[in-house]
């Protein structure tokens, strides 16, 4: 099971770091990605990062503002969030999948709300 954490209300210019975690399995043994919805819109990729860690891709919107990364002492996926602007308000979720580059995500974890005031 995959559980997506650390959202909330931040102003425009802020940071937030979301977390994803996983009980019952490893998530170094997948590709993990994130992805958002913003209500009335569909769902957009956000980054992803490859099984290791060893390659990760950010959509061009979050390019330099996102970065996505690994810690597999502790189980956990990343997103670290600078810059933020009103546009990146939206639901975020974590997937686990296989399959580098073409990914196929297999698994899905309940979304965190982030919200950022202009």
């Known amino acids: 099971q995959l559980q997506a954490s650390g959202g909330g209300l931040v102003q425009a210019g802020g940071s937030l770091r979301l977390s994803c975690a996983a009980s019952?399995?490893?998530?170094?043994?997948?590709?993990i990605g994130w992805f958002r919805q913003a209500p009335g819109k569909e769902r957009e990729f956000v980054a992803a990062?490859?099984?290791?860690?060893?390659?990760?891709y950010h959509a061009d919107s979050v390019k330099g503002r996102f970065t996505i990364s690994r810690d597999k002492a502790k189980n956990t996926v990343y997103l670290q969030m600078n810059s933020l602007k009103p546009e990146d308000t939206a639901v975020y979720y974590c997937?686990?999948?296989?399959?580098?580059?073409?990914?196929?995500?297999?698994?899905w974890g309940q979304g965190t709300q982030v919200t950022v005031s202009s």
């Open positions: 019952g399995f490893t998530l170094d043994n997948y590709v």
């Open positions: 997937a686990a999948g296989s399959n580098w580059p073409a990914v196929t995500y297999d698994y």
């Open positions: 990062i490859s099984r290791g860690g060893g390659s990760t």
